[in-house]
């Protein structure tokens, strides 16, 4: 589950976290007190580390392809299956007797997969999806009004390749300048050079559409909260555990800590001090979420008496 621990381990503290309903703040503070120990989470012995934002988008779209809605959102192609064992899962096809990654991005957007009755519903913004696929959730308005929400689905198995770090690294854009904001401004002012760096992500996302949900679905089948959930990378740290967030909050300029959950992960989410912090749904959420690229650090709170690979927490 992460750091050495098992399920048994987390068994006997969530049946009695199942059995109360805490809202007293000092409740809660007490429950955690006493059920969980804190450990700073280290990579080699450094504590910091990168976190950034995510958000649920907002798009515009069709059930039908039209001469507006003309950018295909697809679902899960049926060959494209998941590798089994070993520490990460992958997305990929069976060939060779093996599981190898399925089209990149490049040839996906070329009609690798078109007029295979793959597409989910059409959208009117080929820039706005990209940034669907790296968020993974999102909300799509059609015509009729009605809102259509959908999720990550699955992903091709090719490497998530950062687009803001390529510009940065080939001095296409300033370090201090670039934010999820600037980025999509100079996409949409080049389109052709939006597609060309687009293509430099091979990573590509299929969806689901998702009913009856109160919000965005992570990746424990359960939906992200906003401000308390965190995606973060599996490898390293157990799903679903508690965690001590103490980093940098964009939006209100000071350093700030409080308890979140690890909800979530991400093909950009690498490393064992690294996390992604969910902002919400909206026009806020965006700005915010855009402009967290923030250092900081964070304790996992494990239950009392579980054993843990004391090579990354102390």
């Given at each position: 589950?992460g750091?050495?621990t098992?399920?048994?381990?987390?068994?006997?503290v969530?049946?009695?976290a199942?059995q109360h309903?805490?809202?007293d703040?000092k409740?809660?503070?007490?429950f955690?007190?006493?059920?969980?120990?804190?450990?700073?989470v280290?990579?080699n012995?450094d504590?910091e580390g990168?976190?950034t934002?995510?958000?649920?988008s907002?798009?515009?779209?069709s059930l039908e392809?039209?001469r507006?809605y003309?950018?295909?959102?697809?679902?899960k192609?049926?060959e494209?299956?998941?590798?089994?064992?070993g520490?990460?899962k992958?997305?990929?096809?069976?060939?060779w007797?093996?599981?190898?990654?399925?089209?990149?991005?490049?040839s996906?957007d070329?009609g690798?997969?078109?007029?295979r009755?793959?597409?989910l519903?059409?959208v009117d913004?080929?820039?706005?999806a990209?940034f669907?696929?790296?968020?993974?959730?999102?909300?799509?308005?059609?015509p009729n009004?009605k809102?259509?929400?959908?999720?990550?689905a699955a992903?091709n198995?090719?490497?998530?390749?950062?687009?803001?770090?390529?510009l940065m690294?080939?001095?296409i854009m300033?370090v201090?300048?670039?934010s999820?904001?600037?980025i999509?401004?100079?996409?949409k002012?080049?389109?052709?050079?939006?597609?060309?760096l687009?293509?430099?992500?091979?990573?590509?996302?299929?969806?689901r559409e998702?009913?009856g949900?109160?919000?965005p679905i992570?990746?424990m089948g359960?939906?992200?909260?906003p401000?308390?959930s965190?995606?973060i990378?599996?490898?390293?740290l157990?799903m679903?555990a508690?965690i001590?967030?103490?980093g940098?909050h964009?939006?209100n300029?000071i350093?700030?800590r409080?308890?979140?959950?690890?909800?979530?992960?991400?093909?950009?989410i690498?490393g064992v001090?690294?996390?992604?912090?969910f902002?919400?749904f909206?026009?806020s959420?965006?700005?915010r979420?855009?402009?967290?690229?923030s250092?900081?650090?964070?304790y996992?709170?494990?239950p009392?008496g579980?054993w843990?690979d004391?090579?990354y927490?102390r």
């Amino acid at each position: 589950m992460g750091l050495g621990t098992t399920g048994r381990d987390w068994h006997q503290v969530c049946r009695i976290a199942g059995q109360h309903t805490l809202k007293d703040p000092k409740r809660v503070r007490a429950f955690f007190e006493k059920n969980f120990t804190p450990y700073r989470v280290s990579d080699n012995g450094d504590p910091e580390g990168l976190f950034t934002g995510y958000y649920e988008s907002s798009l515009n779209g069709s059930l039908e392809k039209t001469r507006r809605y003309k950018y295909p959102l697809y679902r899960k192609p049926p060959e494209l299956i998941m590798s089994v064992g070993g520490k990460q899962k992958k997305w990929g096809v069976l060939k060779w007797g093996r599981i190898v990654p399925y089209h990149d991005r490049a040839s996906i957007d070329n009609g690798a997969i078109q007029k295979r009755g793959l597409e989910l519903v059409w959208v009117d913004d080929f820039v706005e999806a990209f940034f669907l696929h790296v968020q993974g959730s999102g909300r799509i308005t059609l015509p009729n009004g009605k809102v259509m929400r959908v999720s990550y689905a699955a992903s091709n198995g090719h490497p998530f390749r950062s687009i803001g770090k390529y510009l940065m690294e080939n001095n296409i854009m300033d370090v201090k300048n670039i934010s999820m904001q600037s980025i999509r401004a100079w996409m949409k002012r080049d389109p052709k050079k939006a597609l060309w760096l687009m293509h430099k992500n091979p990573s590509y996302v299929f969806f689901r559409e998702i009913k009856g949900a109160i919000g965005p679905i992570g990746c424990m089948g359960v939906p992200v909260v906003p401000g308390r959930s965190m995606a973060i990378d599996k490898r390293w740290l157990p799903m679903g555990a508690p965690i001590w967030f103490d980093g940098f909050h964009p939006h209100n300029h000071i350093n700030e800590r409080r308890l979140m959950v690890a909800q979530d992960t991400g093909g950009a989410i690498r490393g064992v001090v690294r996390g992604d912090f969910f902002w919400g749904f909206g026009k806020s959420a965006m700005e915010r979420a855009g402009k967290m690229r923030s250092k900081g650090q964070y304790y996992v709170l494990i239950p009392k008496g579980a054993w843990i690979d004391r090579r990354y927490c102390r």
